[in-house]
């Protein structure tokens, strides 16, 4: 029982907490702005209504777009059970799971892709390319980040870095925390990197591919990008982390932790404009350099591995 516990607790939190988490960052964002916003709960509500719409699909789309928001809610479901939410080792565990849980990141946009190129539009099409055109210059970074903790810690699984990594009082990795926080931000097209609320579709990157979608269909986009924005904000969370043999207080820490980290956020995108998209190569391949730097510093740990 405990073990069925410990490998649904990651997907259930991210679930019910994820659109929260996107709350705070809007939140903020408005209260910053001068205005009082919507409420924390906005996302919930926008769900459930979208959730009661009934699906339109257009005479070009086939079965492919019909099954492309299933299968992304779902590989993105899948990915959280591999991040803990306690400095405790999960069973959902095993050597070179980080593979899995990127090609299962990998997987969701890959139908993403598809889901935009399937309904004949030019302006997805435009979209979907962007789109893997960053994600290209984007997974290496966070594959390097991963490998590096992996370096540091010794161990081959992502449970068992983050319990080593908490437990070990290793602390922040600078040369680490930095690229991760930019993939945080350009991986689930925060600003600088895309503007979630543009309405103009010569910018965007990720919601020019979901303007044919509807109703749960469109529900089920919207609640994969509020998890996986968790999903990338945990590890954040995990790798900054210091020690705690409370696992109470350890999940009380970590959840004032994912709120900060969200307030962040918010301020952020107030601060900042977005940059020019052919700024955004440089700024993701500036990222990788720093984590490559972090990974070469610990690269006598790997080779004594």
């Known amino acids: 029982m405990n073990n069925i516990l410990t490998i649904i607790a990651s997907p259930l939190a991210a679930i019910i907490f994820s659109p ?23 996302q919930y509500s926008n769900i459930f209504k979208l959730l009661k719409k009934e699906i339109v699909y257009s005479k070009t789309t086939s079965s492919i ?26 069973t959902f565990q095993f050597q070179g799971d980080i ?13 993403l892709i598809l889901s935009a190129l ?3 539009s030019s302006f997805e ?11 290209a210059l984007i997974e290496p970074i966070i594959f390097i980040c991963l490998v590096t903790l992996m370096c540091l810690t010794k161990n081959p699984t992502i449970s068992s870095i983050f319990d080593s990594q908490i437990n070990s009082g290793a602390g922040m990795i600078i040369l680490t925390i930095i690229p991760l926080f930019v993939v945080l931000l350009a991986e689930n ?37 509020y998890i996986k924005l968790w999903l990338f904000s945990l590890i954040f969370a995990l790798t900054i982390l210091p020690s705690f043999d409370n ?29 020019h998209l052919l700024k955004i190569p440089q700024l993701l391949f500036s990222a990788a350099v720093i984590a490559l730097l972090g990974f070469f510093i610990n690269i006598t740990k790997f080779l004594t591995w």
Do not use: W
């Open 20 to 42: 929260l988490f996107v709350g705070i960052i809007v939140k903020i964002k408005a209260l910053l702005s001068g205005r009082k916003g919507p409420p924390l709960i906005q």
């Open 65 to 90: 777009f019909k099954i492309a928001p299933v299968v992304i809610l779902s590989t993105t479901i899948l990915a959280t059970c591999f991040i803990p939410l306690v400095p405790e080792k999960t």
């Open 99 to 111: 593979i899995l849980m990127l090609y299962l990141l990998g997987l969701s946009r890959f139908f």
């Open 118 to 120: 399937d309904t004949g």
């Open 125 to 135: 099409g435009m979209g979907a390319s962007r789109e893997a055109f960053y994600s």
């Open 189 to 225: 097209t925060r600003i600088p990197f895309d503007d979630p609320t543009t309405h103009l579709e010569l910018t965007m990157i990720h919601e020019v591919m979901i303007l044919d979608n509807s109703g749960p269909s469109l529900a089920f986009m919207e609640y994969a990008s």
């Open 247 to 275: 696992n109470i207080l350890f999940s009380l820490i970590l959840a004032v932790t994912m709120s900060l980290i969200a307030v962040f956020i918010g301020f952020i995108e107030f601060i900042m404009a977005r940059v």
